[in-house]
């Protein structure tokens, strides 16, 4: 069976305080969009486990460090279901934060689910994947959500920006996600992600931020940069996505094929 794991945006970012578990209180909104890798799941009829292979971005790295086979053996511990082959086609970068990794592991444990009709509801799902990484509860049912704790309690929320054009910047710079924490300067926002996400969207740049920006841009001026670029052509929003280092521009317009970001990875499209 064929799946499609996609990416997300965050839109707006506050860290409110660090934890005595030493993780960070947070709020943000997680929005999926449509940049897809590619994972196969098929029943094996050769292997006594598992077999693995990529293509696409290279991996790298031992297989069982993967987030797939961490929620293979995730799930097989708890149930029982045949020997398994996947492939998976790598589309989605690393260190960007757009939760790829963690979309993988979650369509992972919804495939194996779907396919061996384990019949696990998404909520007792959505428990598994938090043992997975922060990030992979919320592609377990993949809609837009207002996000707090650590980025595991979720809200639905009223947001579309389905007509708008989204524009996708990679550049070849890895920010470190413990090192982008260790630098940020937690506080409370004067008002609330939750409240401002229902503004219209030309009053979201001088009110909806994202707190990983300040530290990373102080490091990395190449980010700051492409972000002031996408202004510069026309967006309604600009922000950077997570901890980094990919940066996500709306427009309500498409862009003219030339503009480009040299050495970047670039993508983009009408939303849903």
């Known amino acids: 069976m064929l799946f499609y794991p996609n990416a997300k945006i965050n839109i707006g970012l506050n860290v409110i305080e660090k934890r005595p578990d030493g993780y960070h209180n947070i709020e943000t ?7 897809n890798d ?23 790295g031992d297989p069982e460090d993967n987030l797939i086979i961490k929620a293979y053996h995730l799930l097989r511990s708890d149930y029982q279901f045949p020997p398994v082959d996947i492939s998976l086609v790598k589309q989605i970068p690393f260190g960007a934060g757009l939760g790829g990794g963690s979309s993988d592991a979650a369509f992972m ?19 598994y994947a938090s043992v997975l990484g922060a990030d992979c509860p919320v592609f377990i049912k993949n809609k837009p ?40 300067r937690p506080k409370k926002p004067q008002f609330s992600l939750e ?18 920006e ?21 967006a309604e929003y600009v922000s950077m996505s997570g901890s980094g280092s990919s940066v996500y521009g709306i427009f309500e317009y498409l862009l003219p094929e030339k503009v480009s970001f040299e050495g970047c990875f670039i993508t983009g499209g009408i939303m849903g």
Not at 38 to 60: A, K, P, W
Not at 195 to 212: A, G
């Open 29 to 35: 909104v997680f929005y999926p969009i449509g940049l």
């Open 38 to 60: 590619v994972l196969e799941i098929e029943s094996s009829e050769t292997c006594m486990d598992y077999s693995f292979s990529s293509s696409g971005i290279e991996l790298g």
């Open 109 to 127: 444990l919804k495939g194996l689910n779907e396919l061996f009709e384990l019949k696990i509801t998404p909520a007792r799902l959505q428990k």
């Open 145 to 184: 959500v207002f996000a707090s704790g650590t980025g595991n309690i979720f809200k639905p929320v009223k947001i579309s920006l389905k007509g708008y054009y989204l524009l996708l910047v990679k550049p070849e710079i890895h920010v470190s996600t413990p090192e982008a924490y260790s630098l940020v």
């Open 195 to 212: 409240e401002l996400i229902q503004r219209p969207i030309h009053e979201w740049k001088d009110n909806i931020l994202n707190d990983f």
């Open 214 to 234: 300040e530290s990373v841009f102080s490091k990395h001026f190449e980010i700051e940069m492409i972000k002031n670029t996408m202004y510069d052509l026309g």
